[in-house]
């Protein structure tokens, strides 16, 4: 199965500072990488799929970008309520695979 | 609005089984793909099972070892998952999602998801 490995696994950072997630696949998955983000408690949210498309009703302060094997989230200024787990999930091979998760902290 | 309501979710001893439902609303239940997503207390997400639109073609996450079954009902807008002999390691939330491309295996990501109902399998 394709493995995907997200880092780091946590992030400090403040609200308005910019926020990078990474996400690296076991192989290439060309640009079927999905995002997405959990609250403590809540279901998670889909945010982008097919690494830059941006679901509906997601601010555009949230992108991605990437293909192949290494994939890119941004958050371009944190806002209090992003402070969550991000997870990314490939959809190229089954079975479908989530990556482990980066938490993005209050610093 | 769109919908998904899990439930089913208990206590159960290991090696007993468990049916869950997730009950859809406020989209064409019948056009879209479903998942099945699980997440173990303090862990990440680890994706179950995905049925299609029509119920005909179906993939499992290979650690499920032929225990679980999906299935649906179109007509009553609702998706199953039939969980047999289980373990102590198959407690956790387990999330019903809807596909966002319709017609479409797995396509596009999970677009909705419902609150997650809780398994627990213990002696």
């Known amino acids: 199965e394709i493995v995907l490995t997200q880092s780091p696994a946590t992030l400090s950072l403040s609200p308005g500072e910019r926020a990078t997630l990474s996400c690296r696949a076991s192989q290439n998955i060309y640009t079927f990488l999905a995002w997405y983000q959990q609250k403590p408690g809540q279901a998670p949210r889909l945010l982008i799929y097919d690494s830059s498309g941006r679901a509906t009703g997601v601010p555009a302060r949230f992108s991605g970008s990437g293909s192949g094997t290494d994939f890119i989230l941004t958050v371009s200024s944190l806002e209090p309520e992003d402070f969550a787990v991000y997870y990314c999930?490939?959809?190229?091979?089954?079975?479908?695979?989530f990556g482990g998760g980066t938490q993005v902290e209050i610093k | 609005q769109v919908q998904l309501v899990e439930s089913g979710g208990g206590v159960v001893q290991p090696g007993r089984s468990l049916r869950l439902s997730c009950a859809a609303s406020?989209?064409?239940?019948?056009?879209?793909?479903m998942h099945w997503v699980r997440q173990a207390p303090g862990k990440g997400l680890e994706w179950v099972a995905i049925?299609?639109?029509?119920?005909?073609?179906?993939v499992y996450a290979d650690s499920l070892r032929g225990r679980f079954t999906i299935s649906r009902e179109n007509s009553k807008n609702t998706l199953y998952l039939q969980m047999d002999n289980l373990t102590i390691e198959d407690t956790a939330v387990y999330y019903c999602?809807?596909?966002?491309?319709?017609?479409?295996?797995?396509?596009?990501?999970?677009?909705?998801w419902g609150q997650g109902t809780t398994v627990t399998v213990s002696s």
């Open positions: 406020g989209f064409t239940f019948s056009k879209y793909a």
């Open positions: 999602a809807k596909t966002r491309g319709d017609s479409c295996l797995g396509c596009y990501g999970m677009d909705v």
């Open positions: 049925l299609s639109h029509d119920g005909s073609n179906r």
């Open positions: 999930q490939q959809r190229y091979k089954w079975p479908l695979t």
